[in-house]
């Protein structure tokens, strides 16, 4: 599946509605329409139209507000009611109301098309192909050469991959690399994740097969029957709509490879193979049935939606569980105002059997088949440019990650930011953060990942001297008990692989690989939980019926043969191509 990053939600379709407020010697006065659009705001303390700023050369009246769509979940807000937002509104003199996603992404997007009427900046997600069939991006060439130097400055080495095959780019991605390449110290991607009290009544053993966890985590259960009163679960996974993906890929991370999507890609020949029924997948699902067979696996497991995978999880009664980071971090805040520290999880690179090196974290990648892109319907759409190319000066986005010095870091005798454990606290506030403008800023929106031009990480989290502070006295006796000082120096170095993700490739929508994708989605939803949940003597049925359904879905030779195409090609520098 090509969308890895996103929890989609139930949806309302919502009217879009712009205000312009028109100036006079009295109050602003707001008007509306059915259209989608740009609200000026004018008084009679602004400067001409047309003014620019003095210091950054941006037009910062009139005043603009633009509705900008996010394909994610989130908390709707109007930029300009953050610190971080009113500072912008200042040096650009544009702000945004933010709309996120409630319900199904494609069924959002769709209702947009269909009535040709768009927010002025529209994230899409892994609907993007939509948007670009639609036609609904105006092309940023002429913008980023007339209104963006930043922009093109931090771009600059991504561009040929974000340039389409008829020569425009339509949209700006997410996460450019800069400076030096900081991996993050902790785990924001895959990992099977273990219960703290599991390993520390085992004197924190090494594991690194399934077998192993496995035993581990049922032996615990043999013991401890009910945790807190409720009863434990050894293992659960998250399988929910549009987070399959999460289960489906355990087969790839078992067998040493790094995310790269529904296939994996050979190191040497660069081959790219599907895995949904591998060796690996067949061993997997088989460990699964007999765990499911001696009692071991939660019974919800295929059915519960992600608040009841989430509230498991933060309840202190599960051992075990494949996801990515990611997706509960709301479920890991849970766990610590539940204050038992060994009910929260350690990450492991967990391998199918000995002797296969695991791949779990990702190697420097860039993601070009997701960004923002500027609607058809936006007037003077060099102003958003603007506020862009001002987001991603160093200076903004120091503070986006780091705040102001001396409130929310501070600063060495060798120039390195650190934080106080006052300052840890504090940033770690989600009233804070939302306040601040820390939450709607630091994704969705152009965003700088490696390092200042000083050489400070961008990334907090990844500055050792902050990393150290965020582990508390039980983070350290894992750590300290592993030999290690951060939680991804329990897993393998990343191998290099200049086409990662994989994933990331502009798939056409109703192409023969999107076609085989989606079928293949459904038959593995459709018989995965039937091998798993199975009776052992009826395994090898269950997988036989899989295996024949799998490999006669159409064009799945088509959809390896793109990969194929797709590694080979970026391999030599081609990131697009017909």
Known sequence: MFKKKSLLLLLIIGLLVFFVACGDDSDNKVSTDDEPGTAETKDDETKDDGAEDEGLGYTTDPQVEYHYFVGATGQDINTK???????????????????????????????????????????????????LDAGAFIPLNDLLEEHGPNLLEVYGPYLDRITMTDGNIYYLPFGVNVNEYIPDPNINQGAFWVQRDVLRVNDYPKITTVDELFELITAYADENPQIDGMNTIPFTGLTYDTNWFTFSNIPNHLAGFPNDGGVQVDMETHEATVYGDSDVAYEWLKK????????????????????????????????????????FGSARTALEELDEPYREFVPLPIVIEEGIEDQYLDPPAFVQNRGV????????????????????REENQKLISWGNEGEHHEVDENGMFYRTEEQVELVADQDFRLEYGMTTFEWDWPRLQ?????????????????????????????????????????FAEPQDRPWYPAWSANVPAGSEPALFDEKAQEVTKRHYPRIVLADPADFEKEWNDFKDA??????????????????KNRVNGIWQFD
């Open 450 to 490: 490696g390092s200042l031009k000083d050489g400070n990480a961008l990334l907090p989290s990844a500055q050792p001297a902050v990393a150290a502070l965020e582990y508390d006295e039980y983070d350290k006796e894992v750590l300290g008990a592993y030999g290690v000082e951060t939680y991804s120096q329990l």
């Open 550 to 567: 799998y490999r006669s879905i159409e064009y799945l030779d088509e959809y390896e043969a793109f990969f194929t195409e797709t590694v």
């Open 288 to 327: 699964l049935n007999e765990l499911n067979a001696e009692g071991y696996l939660d019974q919800e497991m295929f059915v519960m939606n992600l608040d009841d995978f989430l509230a498991k999880v933060s309840s202190g009664r599960v051992l075990s569980f494949f996801a990515y980071g990611w997706q």
């Open 373 to 392: 892109g500027i609607s058809v319907n936006a007037d003077n759409p060099e102003r958003i440019i603007q506020f862009l190319d001002n987001l991603v």
């Open 81 to 131: 009611d953050t610190f971080l937002g009113q500072k912008f509104l200042e040096e650009t003199g544009v702000s945004f109301q933010v709309e996120y996603l409630v319900g199904d992404l494609m069924e959002k997007l769709g209702v947009m098309v269909a009535g040709g009427t768009y927010p002025d900046l529209i994230v899409p997600d892994h609907g993007i192909e939509m948007m």
